[in-house]
């Protein structure tokens, strides 16, 4: 299987910037893909962003286009998310995702999740 570390969450202020790690072990190979997704507290968990192992095809949806990046690091089997312009809305726990089929539908592995705090 596949296992998933999430790091580098935080507190950040209002407009400051994060960027999250995911770093992925085990069977690599039968990825397909990865991405992020978000929980807030009461709130349904939200995709946000999904990418392909070749880095070739990146997807971000609409509400984050332009403000969060994802990237990855083929060498060190890592994903990224860059941050930016945060807002108190994106308060979440973060959770990074890999599935051996695509995103969002079919997610066969999770991250434990990165808490990020956005203060006004």
């Known amino acids: 299987q596949v296992q998933l570390a999430e790091s580098g969450g935080g507190l950040v202020q209002d407009g400051g910037s994060l960027r999250l790690s995911c770093a992925a072990s085990?069977?690599?190979?039968?990825?397909?893909?990865m991405g992020w997704f978000r929980q807030a507290p009461g709130k349904e968990r939200e995709f946000l962003a999904a990418i392909n192992w070749s880095g070739s095809n990146a997807y971000h949806v609409d509400s984050v286009k332009g403000r969060f990046t994802i990237s990855r690091n083929k060498a060190e089997n890592t994903v990224y998310l860059q941050m930016n312009s945060l807002k108190p809305e994106d308060t979440a726990v973060y959770y990074c995702a890999a599935s051996t089929r695509g995103l969002p539908n079919s997610v066969q592995f999770w991250g434990h999740g990165t808490q990020v705090t956005v203060s006004s």
């Open positions: 085990g069977r690599i190979l039968s990825t397909y893909a």
